[in-house]
């Protein structure tokens, strides 16, 4: 078996799930029980890799010549909370048909539901048995960058600048760089390996924030409740219903935004809920979640007393307001992917990566495609053939680099 793919179905047999509940950094310790791995291996190279007190993985891979620019490829080691992530048993059909997959006895995936699988007909395909997320979403950009490390220790004669390689935990829960270490990581730029189709060059994503709401009712007994109880579940599905319908991600396609409930729990004395505000347009963005706010002072009066407590926090912003500026980094991409024979294009992310939020505090970092699909589910796939691409255009895009 090709060592890209050994790499892989091993990473995602590690249960790295993050969680949104969570006090502690990273969120799950046993997201560092990956990053003892790829530090294990990265030493078996001969590299001087560590993993730090927060679980982020970092190495570099020293210069072997003068004038490149350094450049930096990052990923993140934990798979979301969305779905079951434990116990996964991955399996590869070989030339995929473009028929319907039958992932167990209850659960397929049908082409006509699902039409990015037509993207990957002919192609040698790794899909879950159906009770778990893959993993793909990043452990196809960490097995990815994992082959970049491998192939520049074993070509020394290859010519490159310095190459930075980190790997973080909790990028699934927005604080993927709470704790990253630029004192260490001193790339002039970087790519999050992090995207889905090959080719893909994201540089665009949402702005992002979260709304996490608290509902105070009242409680009496029900059998003689009238006029009396407030019941908080109540409450917090009136505040959902008060939000604009056609926001909702169900109804909702390239740029424009959503309000996204994530979660929601309570009895009738108190409830929560939370959600997930994105628009790539920073003025929308705004007025979304203006709108929370509306809400929130239009119960209050109703009711007549602080029955919504809302806490509104931004997360990550539009990455394209900085990186409009310095168009060579994306043009050094494209190139490195139209020579080793993809064709290139362009998307705007309908969600971030750690890039978007490195970008802002300094470290220009777009997104590149990695082979993987459906993400966060149990319909989540990837191409062999385009994994083994993605790391054909890293490499290239170090070897660029060095000849400029």
């Known amino acids: 078996m090709d060592r890209l793919i050994e790499r892989f179905i091993k990473y995602v047999k590690v249960d790295t799930q993050s969680d949104h509940e969570s006090l502690t950094f990273p969120s799950t310790e046993k997201q560092k029980d990956l990053s003892r791995i790829l530090v294990g291996e990265l030493k078996g190279l001969g590299l001087d890799a560590f993993l730090d007190d927060y679980g982020y993985v970092y190495t570099k891979i020293n210069k072997n010549v003068e004038g490149a620019p350094a450049i930096g490829f990052?990923?993140?080691v934990d798979t979301s909370p969305d779905a079951p992530g434990k116990h996964v048993n991955p399996r590869i059909i070989k030339k995929y048909d473009g028929s319907s997959i039958q992932l167990n006895d209850k659960l397929s995936m049908d082409p006509l539901k699902y039409p990015s699988l037509a993207r990957v007909i002919g192609?040698?395909?790794i899909v879950t048995d159906?009770?778990?997320l893959l993993g793909a979403d990043d452990k196809c950009g960490v097995a990815e960058i994992m082959e970049i490390a491998e192939y520049f220790v074993a070509n020394p004669k290859e010519k490159h600048g310095d190459i930075y390689i980190c790997f973080t935990p909790d990028e699934e829960i927005g604080n993927g760089t709470n704790h990253f270490n630029y004192d260490y990581f001193k790339a002039d730029f970087a790519y999050t390996a992090d995207g889905s189709e090959v080719g893909g060059i994201e540089y665009e994503n949402f702005n992002a924030a979260s709304a996490t709401l608290s509902f105070i009712g009242k409680s009496i007994h029900p059998g003689s409740a009238k006029n009396k109880m407030i019941?908080?579940?109540?409450l917090a599905m009136e505040?959902?219903?008060l939000l604009p319908v056609f926001k909702n991600p169900a109804f909702t396609e390239k740029y424009e935004g959503f309000n996204h409930l994530t979660g929601m729990k309570g009895e009738v004395e108190h409830a929560s809920s939370h959600y997930i505000i994105r628009n790539h347009d920073l003025a929308k963005f705004t007025e979304q979640k203006n709108e929370f706010q509306v809400i929130k002072d239009f119960m209050n009066n109703k009711y007549g007393y602080e029955v919504v407590?809302?806490?509104?926090?931004?997360?990550?912003y539009n990455m394209y307001e900085i990186i409009k500026n310095h168009m060579h980094i994306i043009n050094l991409a494209e190139q490195a992917i139209k020579n080793v024979g993809v064709t290139p294009f362009f998307e705007a992310i309908r969600g971030g990566t750690d890039g978007a939020r490195l970008t802002y505090e300094g470290l220009l970092c777009p997104?590149?495609?990695t082979g993987g699909y459906h993400f966060h589910g149990r319909m989540e796939f990837a191409s062999i053939q385009q994994m083994q691409n993605a790391?054909?255009?890293f490499v290239e895009i170090i070897k660029l680099a060095a000849r400029k």
């Not at 019941?231 to 109540?234: I, K, P, R, V, Y």
């Not at 407590?309 to 990550?316: F, P, Q, R, S, V």
């Open 74 to 76: 990052v990923a993140h």
């Open 123 to 125: 192609d040698d395909i």
């Open 130 to 132: 159906g009770e778990t």
């Open 231 to 234: 019941n908080a579940l109540h």
């Open 239 to 241: 505040f959902h219903a």
């Open 309 to 316: 407590k809302l806490d509104i926090k931004d997360t990550y």
């Open 367 to 369: 997104n590149l495609g």
């Open 391 to 393: 790391v054909k255009i």
